[in-house]
């Protein structure tokens, strides 16, 4: 079945720095893939997404690139901020007609000022 | 655009009663709504899969009888923790997925943190 693999965490940085959250997945068809943002107590918030290969999400300085050779959709962001400590998810949408989520586990990121 | 809304945002309730718990899209129609539970630093799991006018279809070891989700509109979807245990303390997430096309775009709910003494 399908299934998402994501880096663990937490994962703590200094303010400015960059961030890399790796993500890899394995899905039968042609997956679309996301990742999402969940702040302390609250739902998840999509932050970027892409539906074919080679395709870039990016939003908020974030950026994420759908890499079918290595089944890989790794968040990077150049110069992280504060306000952007939260726990985020990769996830893919399977290619059946319902197009249920599978989620990875979520990463934990912290960052200093 | 695409704002899904849940109510109520935290509920407690006493062992054996029955909690509802509304998710709404507010500007866009949504023929699917999901589900989703959430552990404490967790990942979320999928319950169930709600479609607008038809029975919900339930993730294998979640109870129908104890989660009962309806979903009379394309807006509003309920779900109904019966007979509410200790257990069954978590954080529940809804999502909806924009009708018609291909889209598999789901936008989240807030989410309801239920506390069951």
């Given at each position: 079945?399908?299934?998402?693999?994501?880096?663990?965490?937490?994962?703590?940085?200094?303010?400015?720095?960059?961030?890399?959250?790796?993500?890899?997945?394995?899905a039968t068809g042609y997956p679309s893939l996301f990742w999402y943002v969940q702040y302390p107590g609250?739902?998840?918030?999509?932050?970027?997404?892409?539906?074919?290969?080679?395709?870039?999400?990016?939003?908020?300085?974030?950026?994420?690139?759908?890499?079918?050779?290595?089944?890989?959709?790794?968040?990077?962001?150049?110069?992280?901020?504060?306000?952007?400590?939260?726990?985020?998810?990769?996830?893919?949408?399977?290619?059946?007609?319902?197009?249920q989520l599978t989620f990875g586990s979520g990463t934990q990121l912290t960052v200093l000022p | 655009g695409a704002v899904v809304s849940q109510h109520p945002s935290r509920v407690i309730c006493k062992s054996g009663t029955s909690v509802k718990i509304e998710c709404r899209s507010l500007d866009f129609q949504a023929t699917t709504m999901f589900w989703y539970r959430q552990f404490p630093k967790k990942s979320l799991m999928l319950m169930a899969t709600s479609n607008e006018g038809s029975k919900a279809t339930y993730e294998q070891g979640v109870e129908k009888d104890k989660f009962l989700i309806n979903h009379a509109s394309l807006t509003l979807s309920t779900l109904t923790v019966t007979s509410a245990h200790p257990e069954d303390s978590s954080f529940y997430i809804c999502s909806a997925r924009t009708a018609g096309g291909y889209s598999d775009t789901q936008y989240f709910g807030p989410g309801t943190r239920l506390t069951v003494l």
């Amino acid at each position: 079945g399908d299934s998402v693999t994501q880096m663990e965490g937490p994962v703590t940085l200094s303010e400015e720095a960059f961030l890399t959250i790796n993500c890899t997945y394995t899905a039968t068809g042609y997956p679309s893939l996301f990742w999402y943002v969940q702040y302390p107590g609250e739902g998840l918030q999509l932050l970027l997404k892409a539906t074919k290969a080679d395709d870039k999400g990016s939003n908020k300085g974030f950026e994420a690139t759908y890499r079918k050779e290595t089944t890989s959709f790794h968040l990077e962001k150049g110069s992280v901020q504060v306000s952007d400590s939260a726990v985020y998810f990769c996830a893919l949408s399977s290619s059946g007609s319902a197009r249920q989520l599978t989620f990875g586990s979520g990463t934990q990121l912290t960052v200093l000022p | 655009g695409a704002v899904v809304s849940q109510h109520p945002s935290r509920v407690i309730c006493k062992s054996g009663t029955s909690v509802k718990i509304e998710c709404r899209s507010l500007d866009f129609q949504a023929t699917t709504m999901f589900w989703y539970r959430q552990f404490p630093k967790k990942s979320l799991m999928l319950m169930a899969t709600s479609n607008e006018g038809s029975k919900a279809t339930y993730e294998q070891g979640v109870e129908k009888d104890k989660f009962l989700i309806n979903h009379a509109s394309l807006t509003l979807s309920t779900l109904t923790v019966t007979s509410a245990h200790p257990e069954d303390s978590s954080f529940y997430i809804c999502s909806a997925r924009t009708a018609g096309g291909y889209s598999d775009t789901q936008y989240f709910g807030p989410g309801t943190r239920l506390t069951v003494l």
